[in-house]
Structure formats: structure tokens, C-alpha cells
């Protein structure tokens, strides 16, 4: 029989010499269309989810097609970093065939989370935590699952009575309570970027951005924790710094 988190916390204060594997949190970076607007989120979503529960890293090309999902390494490009509400892609303000009608991009936090086959846990226990090393924390945004459910950004696994993944008898939670205990969630990830109010901004905070700003996320699940760090390292192509006095730095977040 199954245990929650919770109660399995408990017994093991109760008994010396116990252990156990617990809660696996892996945190995957990726940089993604903007969910605000973009005619590719939902092919995104699609590709990030798959990737994430099956592990299959990259899927697609983001070079050519705006719903393809890689993973991010420890380093990417500040024009990962910055959503827009004109057309953009990656920086580009003037995006062309499939990306056109694109309004920039945002780091998510991915998140596959699996208990150990008797370790059960619920999306209302998660947390979650993003900040970056600039003055002021800009980016810092943090919450929790409390009251959420599943929904098409985010689901549940109950591995079955035989408690493995696999075996015809898992039953997936695309949505309904969050409440509910389950084995395993894959989720597309919070996110957070720089939301530049024209591309005279844009490209000034690209330039200011460019190398050493770093972001990271964290789940949490009771005592079970995971992160990922992205850092910005320069453009292959130089970016011309515009002279923009008092520049703001803006963001955008999604979670």
C-alpha cells in the first residue's frame, strides 16, 4: 500500500535505521515561445512535456521551427530572456516565415518530479522559487501549487498497483484536483524574462544582459528539493548598445 509523503515522513521519525529513496525533483531549463500571444506555445507545450516524462531532450529544431523544444545548457543567450508585445524572436525585432508572429521568448523551469514506488505526493504540496544574481533580483518570482489543479501545462501519474511506471496500469491526471496523490508530475515549468517596451529597449537590454546574468529555479516538495541555473554568455553576432538613459528592466512572468 502507498503511502503520502507526509505520513512516510513521519514513520521514518519513528523508526532508526530506516530510509528511503523518497522524491526525485529534475529541474530542465528551456527557453520557449511567449505563452502571451504565441500561435506555437501550444506545440511547445506539447514538445516539453513529452520530453520531460520520457527524457528525450531535444525535440525539433528552434532554428526553424518555433515549437521545438531544447534543452537548455548552463548558458544561453539573453535573447532567450526577453518577451515582447510587438513581433520578436530571439532578439530579432523583424521575425520572418514561421516565426513572424512571434512575441519573443522566456526561460521555464521545467520539472519531472517521481517518487521512489511508495512515496506519494500531491501538485498542492509544490513550491517553486526563481531569482537571478542581478542587483534587485529582478527576476524573482516564487509561489506555490496550493489550491491548483492539473491542467494541459501540467499532470500527474499514478503508477498502479504495481507501483512502477508502466505495466497498462497507470492512470494520468490532465486535469481535476490538485489534492489527489500521484507518482510522478511533469510539468512545463514556471518561467520569467525581460519585457521591453520597444525595440530601442530591447536591444539595449540585450546588450546589458548579454553576458554573466544567471536565473534559477527550485521546486520544492516537503523536505525534497531540485533546481536548474541558466547563465548568459554573449550573442555570436554583436549586438549594438543603444544609448538608453534610466533604462528599466522589466519583466514578464508565467507560471
Do not use: C
Not at 522566456?106 to 519531472?112: C, M, S, T, W
Not at 527550485?218 to 555570436?236: C, H, K, N, Q
Amino acid at each position: 500500500m502507498k503511502i503520502s509523503n507526509a505520513a512516510l515522513l513521519l514513520t521514518l521519525a519513528s523508526m532508526a535505521g530506516a530510509s528511503t529513496a523518497g522524491i526525485t525533483i529534475n529541474v530542465v531549463a528551456s527557453s520557449a515561445p511567449n505563452n502571451f500571444g504565441s500561435p506555437s506555445w501550444s506545440g511547445y507545450n506539447l514538445n516539453a512535456l513529452n520530453s520531460l516524462e520520457n527524457g528525450l531532450g531535444n525535440i525539433g529544431d528552434r532554428n526553424t521551427d518555433p515549437t521545438a523544444y531544447e534543452v537548455a545548457g548552463a548558458t544561453i543567450n539573453a535573447s532567450d530572456l526577453m518577451v515582447s508585445s510587438f513581433n520578436s524572436w530571439r532578439g530579432d525585432s523583424a521575425p520572418t516565415g514561421a516565426f513572424a508572429g512571434e512575441f519573443g521568448n522566456r526561460v521555464h523551469f521545467g520539472l519531472h518530479a517521481t517518487g521512489d514506488g511508495v512515496t506519494q505526493f500531491r501538485l498542492n504540496d509544490l513550491g517553486y522559487q526563481i531569482s537571478s544574481n542581478d542587483v534587485g533580483n529582478t527576476m524573482a518570482f516564487s509561489g506555490t501549487f496550493a489550491g491548483a489543479n492539473f491542467s494541459s501545462t501540467r499532470f500527474g501519474v499514478d503508477w498502479g498497483a504495481d507501483n512502477a511506471k508502466g505495466g497498462g496500469d497507470d492512470t494520468y491526471f490532465n486535469s481535476g484536483n490538485g489534492m489527489t496523490l500521484v507518482d510522478e508530475i511533469v510539468y512545463v515549468g514556471v518561467g520569467n524574462a525581460f519585457w521591453p517596451g520597444d525595440e530601442a529597449e530591447m536591444a539595449a537590454m540585450l546588450a546589458t544582459y548579454e553576458s554573466g546574468f544567471s536565473m534559477t529555479g527550485e521546486y520544492t516538495i516537503g523536505a525534497y528539493s531540485g533546481t536548474g541555473t541558466v547563465t548568459t554568455v554573449p550573442a555570436p553576432s554583436a549586438i549594438a548598445l543603444l544609448g538608453l538613459g534610466g533604462l528599466v528592466a522589466n519583466r514578464r512572468r508565467r507560471a
